[in-house]
Every structure is written in structure tokens, then in C-alpha cells.
């Protein structure tokens, strides 16, 4: 009769061997990325990658995180990225802006309360998040703000973003600009290299 060792019956089958599913709290950075990719352009899960966005200090994830929400698209998800133009970290408030950068309907609503900030940093960054904008709308944005911005630094960044991307209607505004910082010579300087090529002028 043949013996049968003890404990030699096979591994129990009726286990649960699923492993379990990667979550945005997990200890392991692979797993809060492989997380965030998951969840990328899900609106229901915009609650739960805002608040992962807010305590995660891997780049990597963040920038998983970041592009999750940046393929919702929604006001949700401009909102749980903004606060991060005022990181003192430089690459992530460049990632926040790249971001909401790739949202220029979505961010549309967000521009004038962001250019009435009372941080100038803030309101210099967000001269960056007109660039994808329709250009008759980045104009009138940025011509509002040139209108009545008091920091040289600001004017020069919404100068250079309408080089870019403005139309001929914004000459007037820089124009203005130029006579109430005539006493900071790069400001008129670069109105005139931004009339020119307004005006088709440059060439």
C-alpha cells in the first residue's frame, strides 16, 4: 500500500491568486504609474488623482497623474492642476503648465481670474497658457491684461506670447503699453519687434 506523506496534497486551489490591482496610495512608485495610466480620461476618477497629484513627489507619477487628468479635460481637471503654477518647484509648475497648455477651451474660463492674481509669478505663467488659444481670444485676453498690469515682467511675458500668437488688434494695447513703460527700455523695445510682425511689417 503506498504511503502518502503528510502535507503532500497540493497546492490549495480555491485560493484568490489575483494579484492585487495597482492603486494610486500604493507604497510602490511602479504601481501608483501603472495607477494613473489606468485611470487617464476617466471624469469619475479626477477626485482621486487630485488628491494623489497633491501628495506624490515621484516626477514620473506626477507627470502619469498630470496626463491622466489632461485627457479628462474638464473644468475638474484644470482646477486639481492650477494650484500647482504656484509649486516652488520649476519642473513642476512647468509640467502644470504644459498641461493646461494642451486645455485651451477648458482653461478659457480660469484666464481672468488668473491674470487678476495678486502673485505676479502667477500671472506671468499664465501668459504661457494663451499660446494654445484661439488667436482672437488669446489677444483680447492678453490685451485686458495689458491694459492694466502694473509689473514690467508680466507685460514683457504677455508681449512675448502675442509676438506669437496675436492678432493686428492688439496693437493699439501695445502701443499704450510701450508710453506707460517708456522709462523700462525692453519693454518698448519689444512692443516694436511685436508691432512689426503684427503688422506684417517685419521681413
Avoid: Y
Avoid at 55 to 66: D, L, N, Q, Y
Avoid at 156 to 181: H, M, N, Q, S, Y
Amino acid at each position: 500500500m503506498p504511503l502518502v506523506r503528510g502535507g503532500a496534497i497540493g497546492p490549495d486551489v480555491g485560493g484568490d491568486l489575483t494579484p492585487p490591482r495597482p492603486t494610486l496610495d500604493s507604497t510602490d512608485a511602479e504601481s501608483r504609474w501603472t495607477a494613473a495610466r489606468a485611470l487617464a480620461g476617466r471624469a469619475e476618477a479626477v477626485p482621486e488623482l487630485a488628491a494623489a497629484l497633491g501628495r506624490e513627489t515621484v516626477p514620473r507619477v506626477r507627470e502619469a497623474i498630470m496626463t491622466a487628468l489632461m485627457r479628462v479635460g474638464d473644468s475638474a481637471s484644470v482646477e486639481a492642476i492650477l494650484p500647482f503654477l504656484r509649486s516652488q518647484d520649476a519642473a513642476l509648475r512647468a509640467a502644470a503648465i504644459e498641461s493646461l497648455q494642451a486645455l485651451p477651451e477648458a482653461i478659457a474660463p480660469f484666464m481672468v481670474p488668473l491674470f487678476g492674481d495678486r502673485d505676479s509669478d502667477v500671472r506671468l505663467l499664465a501668459t504661457e497658457l494663451a499660446r494654445n488659444m484661439e488667436a482672437s481670444a488669446a489677444t483680447r485676453l492678453l490685451c485686458d491684461l495689458l491694459e492694466r498690469e502694473p509689473h514690467p515682467n508680466v507685460c514683457a511675458a504677455a508681449i512675448d506670447v502675442l509676438t506669437e500668437v496675436g492678432t493686428p488688434e492688439a496693437i493699439p494695447a501695445l502701443e499704450k503699453c510701450a508710453l506707460r513703460f517708456a522709462a523700462t527700455p525692453f519693454l518698448p523695445f519689444a512692443v516694436s519687434v511685436a508691432i512689426s510682425r503684427l503688422s506684417g511689417a517685419e521681413g
